[in-house]
């Protein structure tokens, strides 16, 4: 259920969706009971009709709404508080709505900065609250030089044993945005892509928060009741290996390198979240 001021869904968490994760990621399911963090993004999507979609694959309408026409979306990073744990069998019911909108006028024309609230909760209280952070900017024939690419990378180079590594190829970015019924084109349409500035396809910015989030689970680390923060700093363009390493700066931290070893995005924790 959607209006201007807010979009509502419920549905029953089973145990498919996390199925499918779990095979994008090449790992078993990690709890028959419930989901880990950040695995609440393949859960409660919105579905909108085909005709409700604008050439960029966004939806036309609903929260958020694009500012305007011909706006092109970028995906800046958010927060993500779990205050449990999304149960199987059970239902969850989801609450979106825009917390605030700002504009500025930047190099590349005017940019709209957009963040969004989203409250999910079991009958028993509240689960999860996320907060995202999307900008919108205007079309430009310039937004990404090829040269900042890291295509091609070589996909025999192993990441040591405390570094978490993915294979950002065209099928699983495909595989991604299917399970996040994420339509926008960038990520598996390679003109379109090109179209907007890009030299390859690019990699999602909730795929990259995701892999920061699972390195910490894996590296024993609790997130529960603490607030895990994420950034995008730059444009992740496959086909290629990316890894993801614990940050120096800070404790609980993650980063996200690309074949070149640039630092495409970073997380931590703030336990007063």
Same mark, same amino acid.
């Not at 570094?163 to 399970?179: G, H, K, Q």
């Given at each position: ?20 994760? !779990? ?41 958020? !709404? ?31 709505? #825009? ?27 509240? #689960? ?17 030089? !090829?040269?900042?690419? !890291?295509? *091609? ?66 590296? *024993? #680390? ?52």
């Amino acid at each position: 259920m959607s209006s201007d001021d807010q979009d509502v869904r419920s549905e029953v968490i089973g145990p498919e969706p996390a199925e499918a994760l !779990a095979g994008l990621l090449d790992i078993p399911l990690p709890d028959e009971q419930s989901l880990p963090p950040l695995w609440h993004w393949v859960y409660l999507r919105d579905r909108p009709a085909q005709g409700d979609l604008g050439p960029d694959g966004h939806p036309m309408h609903g929260v958020p !709404a694009p500012p305007g026409p011909g706006r092109r979306r970028m995906f800046a990073g958010g927060r993500v508080t779990a205050h449990g744990q999304l149960r199987f069998g059970q239902i969850a019911t989801r609450t979106t709505r #825009v917390t605030g909108t700002r504009t500025k006028t930047g190099k590349s024309g005017v940019l709209t900065f957009v963040t969004t609230r989203t409250d999910i909760r079991h009958d028993e209280g509240p #689960v999860i609250v996320e907060e995202q952070d999307i900008v919108y900017r205007e079309p430009s024939g310039s937004d990404q030089p !090829a040269e900042d690419a !890291a295509i *091609g990378a070589d996909p025999s180079v192993a990441s040591a044993s405390d570094e978490l590594s993915f294979e950002a190829s065209p099928t699983a970015l495909f595989r991604f945005s299917a399970l996040t019924y994420n339509a926008h084109r960038i990520h598996y349409d390679l003109p379109y892509a090109q179209d907007e500035g890009y030299a390859g396809l690019v990699v999602h910015g909730p795929l990259q928060a995701l892999l920061m989030g699972e390195y910490l689970r894996r590296s *024993g #680390v609790d997130t529960s009741r603490k607030m895990f923060s994420y950034r995008l700093v730059a444009p992740m363009i496959g086909p290629q290996r990316l890894v993801v390493r614990g940050s120096d700066d800070v404790t609980d931290g993650a980063e996200v390198h690309d074949a070149r070893g640039r630092v495409t995005a970073r997380s931590w924790l703030d336990a007063s979240g």
